[in-house]
């Protein structure tokens, strides 16, 4: 099994577990980030039952 290397936890105010978070719903790169915007990302994390908070909206953007 290969792991797909992240770069969500290089970018300025998301860490670890924000990525972890991420690469759970598929979103691995900048770009994930931009096609998909802050909102949906908030919208499908929290579907998936993680515990996120408006701050991970600010921290995407």
């Known amino acids: ?3 797909r290397r992240s ?3 290089d970018l300025r105010n998301l860490g670890g577990k924000s990525e972890e978070w991420l690469n759970a719903i598929g979103v691995f790169t900048r770009q994930d980030l931009e096609r998909l915007g802050s909102v949906e990302i908030y919208r499908s994390l929290k579907e998936a039952g993680f515990p996120v908070s408006l701050n991970l909206v600010w921290g995407i953007e």
Request: aromatic share 0%; charged share 15%; net charge negative.
């Open 1 to 3: 099994m290969t792991t």
């Open 7 to 9: 770069e969500i936890s």
